[in-house]
């Protein structure tokens, strides 16, 4: 579709929780293949949706898959904090309404732990602080 609009193309995942990691690790295969083959990534970035654990578990599975996706050079989205209602089956509506979202407290944390564990190039995290979406890149 690209080459016939003359436009980038974004291939995201979304969601993917820790049952759903051989499903994933899948996606990671057919990527990695198609990156040797093409010189280039089938998909542009992946999120792992892992905020039911705790957070240095979190982020020491999300840094695995990190140092794998650079060398193909896809992003990676990490969800840190919960948010509120029901999505994939996680009822969290019962969660005070100050604990939603990404706190402050937790990107202090997680960022040192994914660059001091990963030797990844670049990464991105998504993080819903106050109900809002702010894109960081690391490079």
Not at 120 to 133: G, K
């Amino acid at each position: 579709m690209a080459e016939l609009y003359g436009i980038p193309v974004i291939l995201h995942t979304d969601h993917c929780q820790r049952s759903w990691l051989p499903w994933f690790d899948g996606l990671m295969e057919a990527n990695e293949k198609y990156f040797e083959a093409n010189g280039e990534p089938l998909f542009s970035s992946h999120m792992l949706d892992l905020s039911e654990e705790e957070l240095e578990e979190n982020v020491g599975t999300c840094v695995e898959y990190l140092e794998r996706m650079a060398k193909i050079n896809v992003l990676l989205e990490m969800e840190l904090g919960v948010t509120g209602g029901e999505e994939d089956g996680v009822d969290n509506s019962d969660v005070d309404s100050s604990k939603l979202y990404t706190q402050p407290e937790e990107v202090c944390v997680s960022v040192p732990l994914s660059l001091h564990r990963s030797q990844a190039v670049r990464a991105i995290t998504s993080l819903q602080v106050h109900r809002q979406s702010v894109i960081t890149t690391y490079r």
